[in-house]
């Protein structure tokens, strides 16, 4: 087998940002997902979110698109929460989503901030590029180079600079 380390952060919202990922919801949702990441030879370091949106922090083999990795990933959490009626309403994902990559270094900050997704919501500590599910306007043609930092807060403020 080929060496590779491909790491994304994912993001996406249920339909119309509705909150469907009540406490009831959400736990069954989040083991669907592991489930069928891990069944796709995926490895799962974080999941977390809100009433509205989940985040992932994962590494994907390079044999599979990212875009049919969420495909599959969302597609089974909805059509199990509906048949076995986990969610009182008819339970439906958002069809945009957000894909961020980053290098091995920046693993732990990524999983640190989707672990801490409720408490970051609820202090409004948000790193806006990374709660993004849609195309920017105008679409970003290229970033600026920038350092490369560990410290938590330098990287804290790095991402929040580019969203």
Known sequence: MSFWRVFCHLVWSTKHRQPLLNPTVEPYAHEIMRSKAIQLNATVFALNGTENHVHLVVAIHPRRSIAEFIRQVKGVTSYRI????????????????????????????????????????????????????????????????????????VWRDEMVMLG
């Open 82 to 153: 509906n048949q076995e009626k986990i969610s009182p309403v008819r339970f439906s994902w958002q069809n945009e989503y957000g894909v961020f990559s980053f290098d091995e270094k920046r693993l732990p900050n990524y999983v640190g901030y989707v672990e801490r997704q409720k408490e970051h919501h609820a202090q409004q500590r948000l790193i806006p590029i990374l709660e993004r599910t849609e195309e920017p306007t105008p679409p970003l043609i290229r970033d600026a180079t920038v350092g490369y930092y560990v410290e938590d807060t």
